[in-house]
């Protein structure tokens, strides 16, 4: 790939106002390390064409992606800051008359990222080179938080999800489109839309639910002995898991078993698209759910940089912000102050972190009684010194060990 040809307009912002940029900050970082952050050979597998050079250098993407992460700003609302702030030009190194891009460019981009065999290349530039110029010694502060990556995929309910699934083993397995035509009667897999049935009738529903969970069940059953690659493997494990995730076992109206319906609710750490195994159903609040991931982080706050990120599941406890947040402070050097809200306020959380030196800023998780009008652990007086503790009627028995 070779180097952009193009020139920035209008005088350099970097160079001709740098005092206007605050020393320390995320823009004087970029604007001083871009250079050496992102080399035009680190995006060279990128652009292998030689048909001719990318119309903005994928340099300046690397440090505009890198500002709209830490700022949380849309593909737009990014090019808006290029085109009109000073720390933004400055640490991209655009002229003071550049209007940047198009915003589409961003998109490209980062799908070029994804792509590629080495998709965290940006990050890992920075932390590098972080780590390099020692611009966080004496900074100990360290902010944990997360938030919740909206999936691109559309969520499937259990019908889509059954045939998307049946359809992939067929595709992947050897030999299980011959078990399919034998055993899979329910719909014709090689046609990817629903049945054709009467929606609105509630037992049409319920005898399909359970004609294709018997087909997922009996193509499970009945696949050849063999060992499987991994797409395949990984076919027969989807399967598996939406056959059994939205139902359970019902009697039908002569009171026989065998029979499969909906469950009521909705199961744990529930699969939500066979396209994207990993995609769940993510509560960031108690009356607000999305279909994706969490995105985790632990971040210096007076210079803005990212000193860990992870991205996980949205649901099931190994991927709760306190176990995650543990992970995102494993590489500090030394012990630093961290600071989060309730979520990484959980025993073994804070147990890990202060057995490794950490000191915890921590909003405390607010006192609920087990029961309505019951007793909270304020209401109890805890003698750690003397390890006894006195209840609200005033009886003193000796602490126990956990």
Known sequence: MGEWAGETIGPDVWETCRDLIPAGSVFAFLAEHRGALFEAEMFADMYPSANGRPSMPPQILAAAITLQALHGLSDFETVQELRCDLRWKAACGLGLHDMAFDPSLLAYFRRRLARSAWPNRVFEAVREVVKATGVLTGKHRRA???????????????????????????????????????????????????????????????????????????????????????????????LALVAGQDVEPAEDSDGRDGRWRITQGTARNRMVSTVDPESR??????????????????????????????????????????????????????????????????????????????????????????????????????????????????????????
Request: hydrophobic share 40%; with cysteine; aromatic share 4%.
């Open 144 to 238: 944990l938080d997360s938030t919740v990556l909206d999936d691109a995929v559309a969520t499937q309910d259990t019908v889509t999800q059954i045939i998307a699934a049946v359809r992939a083993v067929i595709r992947e397995v050897p030999g299980a489109g011959e078990v399919a035509a034998v055993h899979c009667t329910a719909h014709d897999y090689h046609d990817p839309g629903k049945p054709r049935i009467a929606w609105n009738d509630e037992q049409a529903r319920a005898d399909l639910v359970d004609a294709l969970v018997g087909d997922a069940l009996r193509l499970l059953g009945h696949l050849p002995e063999q060992q499987l690659g991994e797409k395949a493997a990984n076919a027969v494990g989807i």
């Open 281 to 402: 159903h993510v509560h960031k609040t108690r009356s607000h759910q999305q279909d994706g991931f969490k995105a985790h982080l632990a971040m210096q706050p007076e210079t803005g940089l990212y000193t860990a990120v992870a991205l996980r599941p949205g649901a099931g406890p190994e991927h709760h912000e306190a176990m995650v947040g543990i992970e995102l402070l494993t590489g500090e050097d030394e012990p630093v102050d961290a600071f989060g809200d309730t979520a990484y306020s959980t025993g073994n959380a804070r147990q890990a972190l202060e057995a490794a030196g950490h000191r915890l800023f921590f909003k405390p998780a607010p006192l609920r009684p087990a029961i309505p009008g019951g007793f909270t652990l304020d209401d109890f007086v805890i003698d750690t010194a003397a390890a006894t503790v006195t209840c609200p009627a005033g009886h003193t028995v000796p602490l126990s060990d956990p």
